[in-house]
């Protein structure tokens, strides 16, 4: 057993990340200051999961954390310095954010305090955290959980409940709207009446697009998928996550979901972001991913699977040539996948087609230099015949130089007598 909830101890594991939280927790309580590892690591822990990495609270201000730790020579990046927050990089490359225990002042954009207080007591720095099931500290020497806001209860009953006023609390930082739907779709659990309340009177102002398509990425990562799109479909957030999808009826929306729950952690996100979009039109989903900070590959590879994805009939209707192009296009296989991912059992022969197909690149039979030598001019004739001998290529009918050779010269003498 990892906790024993009549004692509120927990079975520290002798693995990383805990390895290393516990030799800085060591060091910086041996130079007199209070610390624990705190929030989402102590949460995943009681509930038995794994863990990827471990953040510290402790009464050692940001210098004071830095100091101790040049004493070690151990390197210290200064992210959130006037926050409190000090990441150290461990001798084992491992990244730990220490952050000093505080009180915010007063939250003016929607978003991050005006200031904070670095009041040195762990009781005042979990009564600012969102939720109770992430206020949590754990001694990580002796596993002894410090709860001053009934989390561990919480954490048993499956519930997610905001630490004080649900509605103050969100809308102190508004994103932790969206946390608390990818909490509850991840973790399996349900939010109590008042916390459920806020979310869905919560606006979103104040909420920049990078953190949300930060926290689609997050809900996207990881398990309850299609609980979460029905979360925020049902908290009435869906238009401020991805605008199109929230034009979509209801048959459309149960079809996104049920998609979503065949997801795997190796779907990429351009595969499932076209996933998502799948249901709306073409222009609607490039203007939306344009108004968005996607990368450009981001963009690129999703725009290229809605374009041949969307309907396997049409795919199907392309010449071999062009079908086979798709399946040798740098997200050939992604496309294979979003066949699949649709759940029509009528596409069994095209991902079996796009299977069979060479992973490695088609080696050009004839190339521009090629064609110039054989008196083809340089300009649009060039590009036309190059195209064609792919296609030639592709379908089969191409097998060799000479084969594409005769091609060329057959085309110059019908060039000639139209001229």
């Known amino acids: 057993m990892i906790f024993d909830s009549q004692q509120n101890v927990c079975v520290i594991p002798d693995i990383e990340p805990w390895i290393s939280g516990r030799q800085l927790a060591i060091i910086l309580m041996q130079a007199g200051f209070e610390t624990y590892a705190a929030g989402g690591c102590v949460r995943d822990l009681i509930l038995g999961q794994k863990i990827q990495d471990i953040d510290l609270a402790t009464a050692a201000h940001p210098e004071q954390v830095e100091a101790v730790c040049a004493q070690q020579g151990w390197q210290t990046v200064a992210?959130?310095?006037?926050?409190?927050?000090?990441?150290?990089?461990?001798?084992?490359?491992?990244?730990?954010?220490?952050?000093?225990?505080?009180?915010d002042g007063a939250y003016i954009d929607g978003r991050r305090p005006q200031d904070v207080t670095f009041t040195g007591t762990a009781k005042n720095d979990v009564e600012r955290r969102d939720f109770t099931i992430n206020a949590l500290l754990i001694n990580i020497v002796n596993g002894q959980v410090l709860d001053y806001v009934g989390g561990c209860a919480d954490i048993?009953?499956?519930?997610?409940?905001?630490?004080?006023?649900?509605?103050?609390?969100?809308?102190?930082?508004?994103?932790?709207?969206?946390?608390?739907?990818?909490?509850a779709a991840r973790l399996g659990f349900h939010m109590t009446e008042s916390t459920w309340v806020a979310v869905c009177r919560t606006r979103l102002?104040?909420?920049?697009?990078?953190?949300?398509?930060?926290?689609?990425?997050?809900?996207?990562?990881?398990?309850?998928?299609?609980?979460?799109?029905?979360?925020?479909?049902?908290?009435?957030?869906?238009?401020?996550?991805?605008?199109?999808?929230?034009?979509?009826?209801?048959?459309?929306?149960?079809s996104l979901r049920v998609r979503l729950d065949q997801i795997t952690a190796t779907d990429q996100e351009s595969l499932i972001l076209a996933l998502w979009l799948l249901d709306s039109d073409q222009a609607s989903a490039v203007a939306w991913m344009d108004s968005?900070?996607?990368?450009?590959?981001?963009?690129?590879?999703?725009?290229?699977?809605?374009?041949?994805?969307?309907?396997?009939?049409?795919?199907?209707?392309?010449?071999?040539?062009?079908?086979?192009?798709?399946?040798?296009?740098?997200?050939?296989?992604?496309?294979?996948?979003?066949?699949?991912?649709?759940?029509?059992?009528?596409?069994?022969?095209?991902?079996?087609?796009?299977?069979?197909?060479?992973?490695?690149?088609?080696?050009?039979?004839?190339?521009?230099?090629?064609?110039?030598?054989?008196?083809?001019?340089?300009?649009?004739?060039?590009?036309?015949?190059?195209?064609?001998?792919?296609?030639?290529?592709?379908?089969?009918?191409?097998?060799?130089?000479?084969?594409?050779?005769?091609m060329v010269h057959d085309w110059l003498r019908e060039k000639t007598k139209e001229t």
């Not at 048993?156 to 909490?183: Q, T, Y």
């Not at 979460?228 to 459309?252: I, K, M």
């Open 156 to 183: 048993k009953k499956r519930i997610i409940a905001a630490v004080g006023d649900p509605a103050a609390r969100l809308n102190e930082d508004r994103l932790r709207v969206l946390r608390a739907l990818r909490f």
């Open 205 to 254: 102002d104040g909420v920049s697009r990078e953190r949300v398509v930060q926290e689609w990425k997050k809900a996207m990562a990881g398990p309850g998928r299609g609980t979460w799109f029905e979360l925020v479909q049902r908290s009435g957030h869906l238009s401020n996550v991805c605008a199109p999808v929230a034009t979509y009826d209801e048959s459309a929306r149960q």
């Open 79 to 103: 992210v959130g310095k006037s926050f409190g927050v000090i990441v150290v990089v461990m001798p084992t490359g491992m990244n730990i954010e220490v952050a000093t225990f505080r009180s």
């Open 292 to 406: 968005m900070p996607l990368s450009s590959a981001w963009k690129r590879s999703t725009t290229w699977l809605l374009m041949h994805g969307r309907s396997p009939e049409r795919l199907r209707g392309l010449s071999i040539a062009e079908r086979r192009r798709c399946w040798r296009h740098a997200d050939g296989q992604l496309l294979a996948r979003l066949l699949v991912l649709q759940g029509s059992a009528a596409v069994a022969d095209l991902v079996a087609e796009c299977a069979q197909e060479p992973s490695e690149p088609l080696i050009p039979l004839l190339r521009a230099e090629d064609l110039m030598r054989l008196s083809v001019l340089p300009g649009p004739d060039l590009g036309v015949l190059l195209r064609r001998i792919e296609d030639g290529q592709l379908a089969g009918l191409l097998s060799s130089v000479a084969d594409a050779t005769k």
